[in-house]
């Protein structure tokens, strides 16, 4: 503010002080009233710079100067040759003249460079937009842009309901909809022409911004939707394929039974008693797992925690396991603070799974390591191994690979559990290499004073 | 000799379980657990019928029964279950005779079997009895208990084709392609109309029929209201 005044006072001072120095010096080999010309150089710049009030302030006072320094009597404001007054009324209208015209120049210059920084921001925001980018990370710039281009120190964009602000808000309009508002600092002044040209261009480009963002998101929001139905009616098939086929069994076996007209000798009824025991045995495990996993997946599957030597609970579940006999353990004895009815779980799950995918002789070992922080189990088969691609898609529930055999459940709960208890499982293979599953569990130090 | 059933499912259980059932009803059983199997072992000895399972770990039973109907006319029964129903639907178009439902109850499969096996061979006479129903395909002409039934065109056609189906369940695709041609298969709004006409004249009771029966979502069959 203070700037507007005294710089341009200052200026046209010095203007008028220079021109009179000039006259005074050119004076002796001029004649003095053909000098009055020169003023005209003190208001032409005066008007470009700082406009025609000035301007007219400086031909003015060279006037006087003119009068007061050159023409007789000197040093006094008063004429005494009409020849002079005529001088002095014509140099003062060329100099108002000329003021104004460049005045006049300078103020087109300025609006054609306003209109171009108006137009150019427009042009920058729709290539943007038109790129296919949404208006998500670029308001600050676009912010930024729009204050300079409203000659404000800043502006902020909102695209919520209008709020009371301390500042200037203008609704941001396309045919009378509001697609937001611009907030504008306190007595920022924009020039209101800019205003009425500049915000509506604005208003209608972030209304294509903000749409975009929208159907953007909306079709973000449909494709995850379908995504997940697509899963949850996968998994629906997968349940209930895997409950009816064991109940299947036991609906034929007991209808068949129960049947007075069928002929049936001892070893039929021994077959389709067993049919019975196996896939009620098998349900009883699928409806456990599945609420295993509900619980896992809920955190629900709050560890017991113990200290345990690792050893001593694998070894529990080799021994209770059919096909342990198989099963070779090896390595070290470290301790770890777990659930071990839940961690037991997971090695019977890894271990299981090792024996069913290897051939029937071959022996599946299980070798124990510690590092200072960790304690690994690893299971390692014999069998077709695993692709890189699957390594960590057998973990996901109901994945079984291109043998479907099981409900594809066991490995995803090893992996909910061993998480619970602050562990990892993951899997090594090479196809046609055999396949390692790896339980990883925070190690425990031997408390002191203890023998280790 | 006893009849030869082809049961194909790729569950241990369930293939134990049934073949140990039917060889109980007098049956002679094969199994088999692949779609490939399937094919091998109907091909090795020609089964009088087919029980088949709709998924199968290497196709699945709209495939096998497509393969079988090149060469045989064995009736098949489809085993589906629920979130089955456009497989259970494409096996029936292909040629299967008939579906339970899993877990279904062993008195329904037997009596779903001897159904298809007695009725193998499609009626092939000029009239054909069902019920108190008699219709006589050359004069296109039918009674219900000795009355005369007007029927038009499209509604004699639709009756003759269940007739000549008797107890067999028939998709609406197949029905539409019989009675109104290849072009209109995909308008089962049209089959359900001339159905509800079909009943109100040649159902005792139409809101509670009683000859033609409809299986939701699948089709229709035409059955004897006086045999069990």
Known sequence: ?452 | LSQRILVVDDEPQILRALSTTLRGAGFTVDTAATAEDALAAAAAHPPAAVILDLVLPDGNGTEVTRELRTWTEAPVIVLSAVGEEREKIAALDAGADDYVMKPFSVDELLARLRAVLRRSAPEAGPLIEVGELQIDIPQRFVTRDGERVKLTPHEFDLLRVLAQNRGKLLTHQMLLREVWGPSYQGEAHYLHVYVSHLRAKIEPNPSRPRYVLTEPGAGYRLVDPNAS
């Open chain 1, 1 to 452: 503010m203070r700037n507007r005044f005294w710089v341009p006072l200052l200026g046209s001072a010095a203007a008028v002080t220079i021109a009179t120095l000039a006259v005074w010096a050119l004076s002796s080999i001029a004649p003095t009233l053909s000098l009055g010309v020169i003023y005209v150089f003190a208001v032409l710049p005066t008007a470009v710079y700082w406009g025609v009030r000035w301007a007219l302030a400086v031909a003015v006072a060279s006037m006087l100067a003119f009068n007061f320094f050159f023409l007789p009597p000197v040093h006094t404001f008063a004429l005494n040759d009409s020849a002079n007054w005529f001088a002095l009324t014509v140099y003062s209208a060329t100099a108002f003249v000329v003021g104004e015209l460049a005045a006049r120049a300078r103020r087109r210059a300025a609006d054609a460079e306003q209109r171009e920084r108006e137009a150019s921001l427009l042009a920058e925001i729709a290539v943007h937009l038109l790129g296919g980018h949404g208006l998500d990370g670029e308001l600050g710039w676009i912010e930024d842009s729009a204050a300079e281009v409203l000659g404000v120190p800043n502006a902020r964009i909102e695209f919520g309901p209008r709020r009371s602000s301390t500042g200037e808000t203008i609704p941001l309009e396309v045919e009378e909809h509001a697609v937001g508002t611009i907030y504008l600092p306190l007595r920022a002044d924009p020039n209101v022409e800019v205003r009425r040209r500049f915000l509506p261009g604005l208003a209608a480009l972030l209304a294509v911004g903000v749409d975009r963002s929208r159907l953007e998101q909306e079709a973000l929001e449909a494709e995850t939707l379908r995504r997940s139905d697509l899963v949850k009616t996968a998994l629906l098939r997968a349940v209930s394929h895997d409950l009816r086929s064991p109940l299947t069994g036991i609906t034929t076996a007991i209808g068949a039974l129960r049947n007075q007209t069928l002929v049936f000798n001892d070893n039929d009824r021994r077959d389709l008693l067993d049919t019975i025991a196996v896939d009620a045995e098998r349900l009883t495990r699928l409806v456990g797992d599945l609420l295993d996993l509900s619980r896992l997946e809920a955190g629900g599957a709050e560890p017991a925690l113990e200290v345990w030597a690792l050893d001593e609970l694998v070894h529990e579940t080799i021994d209770h396991l059919a096909g342990g006999d198989r099963v070779d353990l090896g390595g070290e004895s470290p301790l770890v603070n777990v659930d071990a009815v839940q961690i037991q779980r997971v090695l019977a799950n890894l271990i299981e799974n090792a024996l069913k995918f290897s051939p029937p002789s071959s022996r599946v070992h299980v070798h124990i390591t510690a590092t200072r922080q960790e304690a690994i189990v690893r299971v390692v088969d014999q069998g077709p191994g695993i692709a890189e691609a699957e390594l960590e898609r057998v973990f996901e529930p109901f994945y079984r690979g291109d043998r479907p055999s099981g409900a594809g459940l066991g490995l995803a709960i090893a992996r909910g559990f061993a998480a619970a208890n602050g562990g990892r499982v993951w899997a090594e293979s090479r196809p046609g290499q055999g396949t390692t599953f790896a339980l990883a569990l925070p190690i425990v130090e031997v408390p002191a004073g203890l023998p280790a």
